[in-house]
């Protein structure tokens, strides 16, 4: 038979078909032992607890790797963990090895459960001891222990036990449907506030973890309290005599604010009033406090120190009546030398200027000031004045006198009015119209 190029490379490609198949069963039948070898993690169990060969072994649920061979040690079981080779380097060997169930009835397996941070990897040879493996429940015992306790009951107490609750549900039918009912709106309740629940724990974990941070301090804290109580103890007759002082302290202050509640009272009262006033009249206020720094620097431009006989030193300020339609009674004004000015509180003694003249014109801004100021203060005379005409058992004092007397009307006469006299030129030391007492 003729060999043609179709039946060549359907041969060619029979035969590679074949040795894939080949290598793909050698990989997966023989190739874990051959090719890919898992690498091997002896766990050390008190007992088998059920697990056998070629069982499941996972890393926190996924499969990593089967149950190898199981050997027995001098106080248990070695079970040979076969992992893997894919996970060498990505299990901390800080793990705890668990025996568990896949259901009630089904076959055990044996799971990995990362309990530390991050340390060393599990490599090939490696042991878990056993601090760190845990068997699951045995049921066996669990119901033979369960049938000793059962068995050291006597059967009469049941009887009697069981008659008793009887006797006593009988006819709570409603009650115990009415409790049922309560639980039912309970849990609803607790339902509804799942998420404040979830809330709360969480942040009673964060204060639980806080406190164990700060447990020394607390500690200390307590230790400095118990030594804080213990001396109080040690002094009972002073801790006496300072509770008697105070209960007479709290007496007196009893008595002292019955006697006087009323001026109490009528003081908070009043303060109340005043406090009111300001609030109403603010506006003035505030317009007034901006004209007394002006007020107080003319009051220091007008004072003249003088020396008492016996050598102190005092401030005399010149004080006279101020009439607005009258130039020649305004104050004196004077052109003080540059750095003649100080401070209030600068007492020193100092050289007197003598040779100053009077200016022939006092300066606009000044006559602004000093007129806003005198305007203010009658406006504020005037408002208590009225005030206190109306309350007069108020215990309001009587009105002020005004500051200023009002301006003399001119005098009407025939002759024809002259222009007023000019004021004249100061002295060297003139002489003030009226003093203050030192």
Request: charged share 20%; glycine share 8%.
């Amino acid at each position: 038979m003729r060999m043609t190029r179709r039946l060549a490379v359907n041969l060619v490609t029979v035969l590679l078909l074949g040795v894939v198949t080949i290598g793909w069963l050698i990989s997966n039948v023989v190739g874990n032992g051959v090719f890919n070898a898992p690498f091997d993690v002896v766990a050390d169990f008190a007992s088998s607890g059920g697990v056998f060969t070629n069982q499941e072994v996972t890393y926190r649920g996924v499969v990593v790797g089967k149950v190898g061979d199981l050997e027995l040690n001098e106080t248990g079981v070695d079970i040979h963990l076969l992992i893997d080779r894919e996970w060498l380097g990505r299990i901390p060997s800080s793990v705890a090895a668990k025996v568990q169930s896949k259901s009630a009835v089904g076959e055990q397996y044996v799971n990995l459960t990362p309990s530390g941070g991050a340390g060393s990897m599990l490599a090939d040879g490696d042991t878990i001891p056993r601090s760190q493996t845990e068997l699951p429940v045995d049921f066996q015992q669990l119901l033979e222990s369960l049938d000793g306790v059962l068995r050291d009951v006597p059967p009469d107490t049941v009887r009697h036990l069981t008659q008793e609750l009887a006797t006593g549900l009988r006819g709570r039918a409603g009650d115990i449907s009415s409790i049922l009912d309560s639980l039912a709106k309970l849990s609803k309740a607790f339902a509804s506030v799942a998420p404040q629940q979830k809330r709360l724990l969480s942040n009673a974990t964060v204060a639980g973890r806080a406190f164990l941070n700060t447990k020394d301090e607390f500690a200390r804290a307590i230790r400095a309290a118990d030594t804080v109580f213990t001396g109080i103890g040690d002094e009972p007759n002073e801790l006496r005599d300072m509770f008697r002082a105070n209960d007479r302290l709290a007496r007196e202050g009893s008595r002292l604010l019955a006697r006087h509640g009323a001026d109490l009272a009528a003081g908070i009262g009043s303060l109340a009033d005043f406090v009111g006033y300001q609030y109403r009249e603010r506006d003035g206020l505030v317009q007034s406090l901006v004209h007394v720094p002006q007020f107080l620097h003319a009051v220091e431009d007008a004072s003249i120190p003088w020396r008492s006989a016996d050598g102190r030193t005092f401030y005399r300020i010149r004080i006279g009546y101020v009439w607005d339609n009258v130039r020649s009674s305004w104050p004196c004004k004077y052109k003080l030398p540059d750095g003649y000015e100080r401070q209030v509180q600068v007492r020193s003694p100092r050289t007197p200027i003598t040779s100053m003249r009077c200016l022939p014109t006092p300066p606009a801004e000044t006559t602004t000031a000093l007129r806003g100021l005198v305007t203010d203060l009658r406006l504020w005379l005037r408002a208590h004045r009225d005030e206190a005409s109306g309350d007069a058992d108020t215990g309001i004092p009587a009105p002020l006198e005004p500051l200023f007397p009002p301006t003399p009307e001119p005098t009407v006469s025939p002759t024809p009015t002259t222009t007023p006299t000019p004021m004249p030129t100061a002295s060297p030391d003139p002489a003030p119209t009226a003093t203050s007492s030192p």
